[in-house]
């Protein structure tokens, strides 16, 4: 499958809010995800890079995964990886590594220092992270249990 990665647009948000509805369901833990106005105002976050993979020339949405770039404070060059998500059918493709690849070069130009968040229940998202040099540090138990 042909695709390309690009910043995300606005007319990609409901495709990005499908993808996780179709991975998590409604029980995604970060519950804005699923609000357009929520997504749109990412989009326009001069301090957050949200990248797309999607099927050349203009097709759909195939993953997302972004990077926060100022994590801490905004001299801190602190950014925190995340909120990767595949289409379901196209898991193990190679297509979220590409995605944190690209974030991770972009990285390398602005950051002292990266992290990710890889959640116990997606094995595949921490094995791109620990491939590419992250090092697990840490478990927060219970962290999403209300």
């Known amino acids: 499958m042909e695709f390309e990665v690009r910043l995300i647009i606005d007319k990609d948000v409901n495709e990005i809010i499908n993808i996780f509805r179709k991975n998590s369901g409604d029980n995604y833990p970060y519950g804005e995800f699923y609000k357009p106005d929520w997504v749109?105002?990412?989009i326009y976050n001069k301090?957050?890079?949200?990248?797309?993979?999607?099927?050349?020339?203009?097709g759909k949405i195939l993953a997302s995964a972004s990077l926060i770039?100022?994590?801490?404070?905004?001299?801190?060059?602190m950014?925190?990886?995340?909120?990767?998500?595949?289409?379901?059918?196209?898991?193990?493709?190679?297509?979220?590594r590409i995605l944190i690849e690209t974030l991770a070069y972009a990285a390398e130009q602005r950051l002292e220092?990266?992290?990710?968040?890889?959640?116990?229940?997606?094995?595949?998202?921490?094995?791109i992270m620990e491939s590419l040099g992250f090092t697990p540090l840490g478990f927060e138990p219970l962290k999403f249990i209300t």
């Open 40 to 42: 749109l105002r990412g």
């Open 47 to 58: 301090s957050l890079l949200w990248l797309v993979a999607a099927e050349k020339g203009g």
């Open 69 to 77: 770039l100022e994590a801490g404070d905004h001299d801190d060059l």
């Open 79 to 96: 950014g925190e990886f995340g909120r990767l998500v595949t289409d379901p059918d196209l898991q193990k493709s190679g297509i979220g």
């Open 113 to 127: 220092f990266g992290f990710g968040e890889a959640r116990v229940v997606h094995l595949g998202s921490q094995k």
